[in-house]
């Protein structure tokens, strides 16, 4: 078991790495640009004086050389402050906790659903690799593949929004409802299923295809046929020996994985106006509203960071050939 | 001589390909006697896996399929009987250990609850109790401080502790019959001879019968009493082990003979040269209707090349399949 | 007998019907492997259809435009006018404009922007992935580093940052989508050259003291080839999506037409007129199943393993 504790460790510093690093490249970003706050807040103001600029200037440090400036950047994220939003005149942290729920609620049920169903769907689909239900799931990922995440979205809306108005066109609850009664959870419910179907279908296509594959490479493998070969049932020997290691690169790759469904995620919140980080980072880079929009970026690659860590911890622990390690 | 305990019969296994169906066993004979070790021998591609596969029914169905043939344990056609009971005698009255250690023992299960889930299986019992036994088996197959070691996974062992492993499982539940298909192929040198003194032990403890298919005529030397030489899915000659070792009737069986080195214990006596067969196993789509072996042969006639030859007896319990000898008369 | 039909013979034993079946192979009979290659893309029904339709795609992009001259951004007819309408057989947007003449004309750029983001991403991905998997050692652990941090950054996001800071053009959208999107070859090319290197073939050239860069581009490159294509193929279809989101969001050139731009700019009417969005929409789709499908076929015709049939 120590040297599960040294994996968690070396994980937990390489985190810690990556979001520094992510920092640092946020900087880098304001500092590249053409352009700086000064100039959007003269923008805003339409036109100042140079008194006024060098005074501003030094407010925001930008008088100090490089390197200042970067140890004072990372200081005041460790602080938890993000800067302040030129167009919301809020603080960027403020925003982002606003908005960062909605879209965890969005992506985690999507990704769980897609998860779950496809690789029921692809192990299924394995056990007759040629069979019909097999040729489906092959063209269904193909076209999840193929189709573009928002133009499925609009195709949903004008279908069960639309033509059968089914379920609500946008947002996420009647703003009349009360925040915490059951008749909001259940509107909020309501919203949901356009936004999460759409999102969670090209990952279901994706994972019931990989799911096939993972599980069509077990069952050809020596152990299955040692299993068979003891007189296992073909059910023991598909779900109990050959799904937990089909399982092992699903939920690699689903952590690999999240930093795309994010993306996803906010072109499926443009298409519904669902009130996640998404919509804040579209209005956010229509305004040129520069703090705002780097402070997503990073809380963003701070949630795909944590959330890589924890699949990793997941597929360690269930392959005993990482979690023990070997003795040779 | 006493009645067989398994007894394979015209037993004929088809695959489909993209080039039509190839024959992979055809008119396969072989029986099996209580309290010996029978050799099956052959190049790769000769049929002995899939007769392994065939005797514990799981040729992949498709592409493959059993077509034709009996094959009888205790008078019981095991081609004949359901699934259900079928999954009772895997692993129960007849199991097998494969060619590569390395690779069939499942990675994310102990090796003590890999062992445990076939006692459970086929003896039921509570969970302690096929614990328990599984510690037992690794004990009587030589593997040290077994209470420890079941509970290790199989990626901290050896090859040759995990063939140990393997053969632990195998005999977990006493079967009748034993399969051990190259056990040794992917071993070094010196766990090879551990893993078949082991065999030939567990074989006099149980009484077990052990088939032993293998590529290698001095494994065959070594272990068995009797052996079946396979070619191209067809039997060419069958026998006791000292009488084909010193008679051999077949020119396969000859060239087999011809590939194993011998040893001497005076280095200054003349070595006898290693001798090789030309060619190689053909595809089962293309072969045709005569000797298939008539191709490689050196002694080849053209009657070899247009018919199959039949079956002769040459000697007590010696049978071969050539036309060479049905030419000399018995 | 031809050698097509010997070396048919060759590649159809039992093998491949079966994992646990073992013949040999005629060592004279093989076929050069670009030959057997084409020939089993050949074979695929669903990958020559794909390769069809892409073709049908190059035509209508890049020579219809020719004979079909409306100007995409002209006002023709009356806003929102259905398909099926007298001079705009599409339909029009909200402004009026034609919708075919979008399809058209606008076809081009979101190919153009596809096929050279794919391109930065394979060399970027290329470079970065051979040199880690070849030397290994430190270099190998600085630039997993650096593709892991790319990983972690949300792709859209990031490419959205970088097209609003840099103004967006075909150019910056380009460079954006091979920015963000190189890090899947680089890993398979790690992967594949962490392989080849230790064949037997690789530690013969290397006694012979070869230099490095030529096994690196003599011997290990052509033999890491045929993953790396397919990876490519995939990532012009993943390039071209990336685009076509960029674009919905409004992030794309506005002076410059193309399907994604013409489905973010009628973002607003799509509950009044379904066909704005709809028939952009379908030409995308109907785009990167064409790249897939090409990408299947040729994964199926270069793996030798054809498990997945």
Same mark, same amino acid.
């Given at each position: ?14 985190a ?38 060098t ?62 169903i496809g ?5 299924i ?10 040729h ?39 703003p ?10 259940l ?74 469904i ?15 980080l ?41 392959d ?9 | ?21 190839a ?13 010996? =070790? @029978?050799?099956?021998? $052959?190049? /790769? ?6 007769? &392994? ?5 799981? +040729? ?58 076939? =006692? @459970?299986?086929?003896? $039921?019992? /509570? ?6 036994? &599984? ?5 009587? +197959? ?12 199989p990626h901290?062992?050896?090859?040759g ?31 090879q ?5 082991l065999?030939?032990? @567990?074989?006099k ?13 001095g ?16 039997k ?8 084909i ?82 030419n000399?008369?018995? | ?16 019907a ?6 040999e ?59 099926g ?51 290994g ?13 790319f ?22 959208v380009?460079f ?19 392989r ?35 990876q ?37 009417y ?19 199943l ?20």
């Amino acid at each position: 078991m120590a040297n599960f504790s040294i994996i968690v460790v070396k994980r937990l510093f390489n985190a810690a790495a990556l979001i520094l690093a992510v920092v640092i490249l946020n900087f880098l970003l304001i500092h590249i640009a053409p352009g700086d706050i000064v100039d959007t807040i003269a923008g805003e103001m339409g036109g100042i004086s140079p008194e006024l600029i060098t005074q501003i200037r030094a407010e925001y440090g930008l008088d100090k050389p490089l390197y200042e400036q970067l140890a004072l950047y990372v200081w005041k994220i460790l602080q938890g402050d993000l800067g302040h939003s030129f167009f919301y005149d809020v603080p960027v942290v403020e925003l982002i906790w606003d908005a960062l729920p909605q879209t965890l609620l969005l992506v985690i049920t999507a990704l769980s659903l897609a998860l779950v169903i496809g690789t029921i769907l692809g192990v299924i689909a394995a056990r007759r690799p040629n069979g019909a239900f097999s040729h489906f799931i092959t063209v269904l990922a193909l076209v999840g593949f193929s189709a573009p995440v928002f133009w499925t979205g609009i195709m949903f809306l004008i279908a069960f929004a639309s033509f059968i108005p089914l379920f609500p066109p946008a947002g996420m609850a009647d703003p009349g409802l009360e925040p915490g009664s059951l008749d909001y959870y259940l509107d909020v419910l309501h919203h949901m299923v356009l936004p999460v179907v759409t999102l969670a279908l090209i990952y279901l296509a994706f994972y019931s295809r990989l799911s096939r594959a993972s599980m069509l490479d077990v069952l050809g493998s020596d152990y299955i046929r040692t299993a068979r070969a003891k007189g296992l049932s073909d059910r023991v020997v598909v779900y109990k020996h050959a799904l937990r290691n089909a399982l092992i690169p699903i939920v690699t790759i689903a952590g690999l994985q999240f930093a795309q469904i994010l993306s996803g995620a906010v072109l499926v919140e443009a298409v519904f106006t669902w009130p996640g980080l998404g919509t804040l980072a579209l209005e956010a880079i229509l305004r040129r509203d520069g703090p705002t929009i780097l402070g997503i970026l990073f809380f963003s690659a701070m949630v795909v960071v944590i959330f890589n860590l924890l699949t990793d911890l997941t597929y360690n622990l269930i392959d005993p050939r990482i979690r023990i390690g070997s003795k040779e | 001589m006493a009645e067989p305990l398994l007894e394979i019969k015209d037993l004929r296994v088809e695959f489909d390909t993209r080039d039509g169906v190839a024959t992979v066993i055809d008119g396969l004979d072989i029986s099996l006697y209580p309290g010996e =070790i @029978l050799g099956i021998v $052959g190049e /790769s591609g000769c049929g002995k896996s899939m007769t &392994a596969l065939s005797i514990m029914r799981l +040729v992949p169905v498709p592409p493959g399929r059993i077509a034709k043939g009996t094959i009888r344990l205790d008078g019981e056609d095991l081609l004949q009987v359901s699934e259900k009971r079928m999954r009772g005698v895997r692993g129960n009255a007849i199991s097998m250990i494969f060619q590569e250690p390395m690779t069939s023992l499942n990675p994310v299960f102990s090796v003590g609850d890999q062992i445990a889930e076939t =006692i @459970l299986l086929h003896e $039921g019992g /509570s969970k302690r109790a096929a614990w328990q036994r &599984a510690v037992e088996m690794l004990d009587a +197959v030589g593997i040290p401080v077994p209470e420890v070691r079941a509970r290790e996974y199989p990626h901290q062992m050896s090859g040759g502790m995990r063939q140990r492993v393997m053969i632990a499982m195998a005999l977990a539940c006493q079967p009748r019959v034993l399969i051990a298909d190259e056990p040794t192929t992917a071993l070094d040198v010196t766990v090879q001879a551990q893993i078949f003194d082991l065999l030939k032990d @567990l074989q006099k403890k149980t009484g077990a019968v052990i088939v032993l298919i293998t590529h290698d005529m001095g494994a065959i030397a070594e272990m068995a009493q009797r052996v079946v030489v396979m070619y191209a899915g067809r039997k060419v000659e069958d026998g006791p082990v000292d009488e084909i070792l010193t008679n051999p009737k077949h020119p396969y069986t000859t060239g087999l003979i011809g590939c194993v080195p011998h040893l001497s214990a005076d280095p200054s006596e003349e070595r006898v040269p290693l001798t090789d067969i030309p060619g190689v196993v053909p595809p089962m789509t293309r072969l045709g209707q005569g000797c298939p072996f008539a191709p490689r042969c050196s002694e080849a006639m053209d009657k070899c090349r247009l018919e199959m030859p039949t079956q002769s007896v040459v000697g007590e319990d010696h049978r071969v399949s050539c036309w060479l000898i049905e030419n000399d008369g018995p | 007998m031809g050698r097509n039909d010997m070396s048919e013979q060759a590649n159809s034993q039992i093998q491949a019907a079966s994992p646990s079946f073992e013949t040999e192979v005629d060592i004279l009979t093989i076929e050069h492997p670009l030959r057997e290659a084409a020939r089993m893309f050949a074979r695929n029904k669903a990958a020559v259809g794909g390769l069809i339709l892409l073709v049908g795609i190059l035509i209508l992009t890049l020579v219809v435009p020719f004979f079909y001259t409306v100007d995409p951004f002209d006002l023709v007819w009356a806003p929102l006018s259905p398909p099926g309408t007298e001079n705009a057989p599409f339909g029009t947007d909200y402004l009026g404009r034609d919708i075919l003449a979008g399809i058209v004309h606008g076809g081009s750029a979101t190919l153009a922007v596809g096929a050279s983001a794919a391109l930065l991403a394979v060399v970027i991905g290329l470079s970065v992935g051979s040199l880690a998997g070849y030397y290994g050692g430190w270099v190998d652990e600085v630039l997993m580093r650096i593709t892991e941090f790319f990983q972690v950054l949300p792709t859209l996001l990031f490419a959205m940052v970088i097209v609003a800071l840099f103004r967006p053009s075909v150019a910056t959208v380009a460079f954006a989508i091979g920015v963000v999107s190189w890090t899947a070859v680089a890993r398979l090319a790690r992967s594949e050259f962490l392989r080849i290197r230790s064949l037997d073939y690789i530690k013969a050239a290397r006694s012979i003291s070869s230099s490095n860069r030529r096994i690196i581009w003599l011997v290990i490159l052509p033999n890491a080839m045929p993953p790396l294509v397919v990876q490519a193929t995939l990532a012009v279809g993943g390039a071209i999506l990336f685009e076509a989101g960029l674009s919905f969001l409004g992030l794309s050139d506005p002076n410059v037409m193309s399907w994604g731009f013409m489905i973010g700019s009628s973002r607003d009417y799509l509950m009044d007129a379904w066909w704005t969005v709809t028939i952009p929409g379908i030409f995308i789709f109907l785009t990167v199943l064409s790249v897939s499908l090409i990408g299947d076929g040729l994964n199926d015709a270069t793996n030798p393993k054809l498990r997945e049939r």
